[in-house]
């Protein structure tokens, strides 16, 4: 199996707690995948996170959100963590 090769293009922006737009591409052996779209959110005190597309949704009169893509817990941690690190590069 070929490795699954990250790229992530961050666009750093400063709009209340959302800090950047990342798109991210996946390169695989017979081609890749980008996904556009994760936004680098921060809170004062605390550390960044990365929330990945979702499409809002209504329940009970309230607004819900549900992840367009699903990855396992290990895949996500790794695309998380590409993220923050060139958002670390962007914030130096």
């Given at each position: 199996m070929t490795e699954i090769q990250?790229?992530?293009?961050?666009?750093?922006l400063q709009r209340d707690k959302l800090q950047a737009i990342a798109d991210v591409t996946l390169r695989f052996g017979c081609g890749e995948l980008t996904i556009r779209g994760c936004r680098v959110y921060c809170t004062p005190g605390k550390s960044p996170w990365?929330?990945?597309p979702s499409i809002p949704y209504e329940k009970?009169?309230?607004t819900r959100?549900?992840?367009v893509l699903e990855f396992s817990r290990a895949f996500k941690k790794r695309l998380t963590?590409?993220?923050l690190e060139e958002h670390g590069?962007?914030?130096?």
């Open positions: 990250i790229f992530v293009d961050l666009t750093p990365v929330s990945f009970e009169g309230q959100y549900r992840d963590d590409a993220i590069k962007a914030q130096s």
